[in-house]
């Protein structure tokens, strides 16, 4: 007799995921990330719905997180090994098996070969070992049509979460992020999220609400408190503490004001707070590192209250110093 559970099989192309979870921090009114915990569980809802089936019968057998990675020494050169870390947590947390292949330097860029291969060759694999009724893919790459057409013809059904967005970069460069029609042709289930997310935050769907985050992100740096100087300094030798003024922000960088060159920081430099709850002008502490460049930058940074007018070491900002360091991002 055939079981009524349906048997759930989740598979996520991890720099997809990763750069619709950064879309949804950095760009989107929403401001947060995507909940991998909160996604498992709209997908149990969801194939409830399109198998006709009790949602406790619709359950997650399996998942696995396949993605290129930086070797360790380039990732805390890249000043990445924090964030690759507490993505671990969470993926081990949520028992998803990871699949991590080492990203290949061509033509001076940072590339990834092979993961999609690895990710449709698991995929059927596990589809006729564990017998899948339903495999959920993450992903938006037209490489991934042959997996689609092989699950169709063992009978396996497709849940395909697919995005379409566009933003413009940090460097004015327009961005955009579209699944293969091909791909939504041969789904058995195509889901547009991003209309499913835009809707459901409108009519204040709880189901969609538990798609983020809403805790924090932890800080790379411990939370120790600097000892605070009285006004804007200049950059000194690493370790040096300094406070000043965000002179700019965009999808996730800023420059703090400090002559001769603004000093270049990220969301990973934040020690305390939220990036996203910045604003230019507010003034912040930071200490003075070293990017992967060997250029000055700003690190370990957090809000700081401005000092008093009058008190020694006050400054007016100054609208001379316009160029930004070399640690921007037009060079990262």
């Known amino acids: 007799m055939n079981s009524p559970l349906i048997r759930i099989g989740v598979f996520y192309d991890g720099n997809y995921f990763l750069k619709i979870s950064d879309y949804y921090y950095f760009q989107h009114e929403r401001k947060a990330r995507i909940s991998m ?4 569980e709209y997908i149990r809802h969801q194939v409830a719905e399109e198998e006709d089936v009790d ?42 098996t990871t699949h991590y292949m080492p990203l290949k330097t061509r033509d001076g860029r940072l590339q990834e070969k092979g993961v999609d291969v690895w990710l449709a060759l698991e995929a059927l694999e596990l589809a006729l070992h564990k017998s899948f009724d339903v495999i959920v893919l993450i992903a938006g790459d037209s490489d991934y049509v042959p997996l689609i057409k092989k699950l169709n013809t063992i009978g396996t059904r497709v849940m395909l979460l697919n995005w379409d967005f566009k933003y413009v970069d940090f460097k004015g460069e327009n961005r955009v992020t579209r699944a293969s029609q091909q791909l939504l042709e041969h789904s058995t289930y195509p889901v547009a999220m991003h209309d499913v997310i835009d809707n459901g935050l409108a009519s204040g769907d709880e ?69 996203n709850d910045l604003r230019e002008g507010d003034w912040v502490e930071f200490t003075v590192g070293r990017n992967h460049r060997d250029e000055d930058c700003a690190r370990n940074v957090r809000k700081a209250q401005a000092p008093a007018e009058g008190e020694e070491g006050y400054e007016e900002e100054s609208e001379e110093h316009e160029h930004e360091s070399a640690g921007s991002p037009e060079r990262l």
Do not use: C, W
């Not at 949602?55 to 360790?72: C, E, K, M, N, T």
């Not at 996730?252 to 934040?270: E, I, Q, R, T």
């Open 37 to 40: 915990e909160g996604l498992h």
């Open 55 to 96: 949602v406790r019968l619709s359950q997650i057998i399996d998942a696995h997180f396949f993605r290129g990675r930086l070797s360790a020494t380039e990732a805390r050169d890249k000043d990445r090994l924090f964030h690759d870390r507490l993505l671990d947590d969470i993926l081990m947390n949520m028992s998803i």
């Open 207 to 275: 189901l969609i609400e538990t798609l983020f985050v809403n805790t924090p992100e932890p800080a790379s740096y411990p939370s120790v408190k600097p000892v605070r100087p009285t006004g804007p300094t200049a950059a000194g030798p690493v370790g040096t503490v300094g406070i000043s003024t965000i002179k700019n922000l965009k999808n996730g960088f800023g420059f703090v004001v400090m002559p001769p060159n603004n000093l270049f920081f990220s969301y990973a430099d934040m020690a305390e707070g939220d990036f």
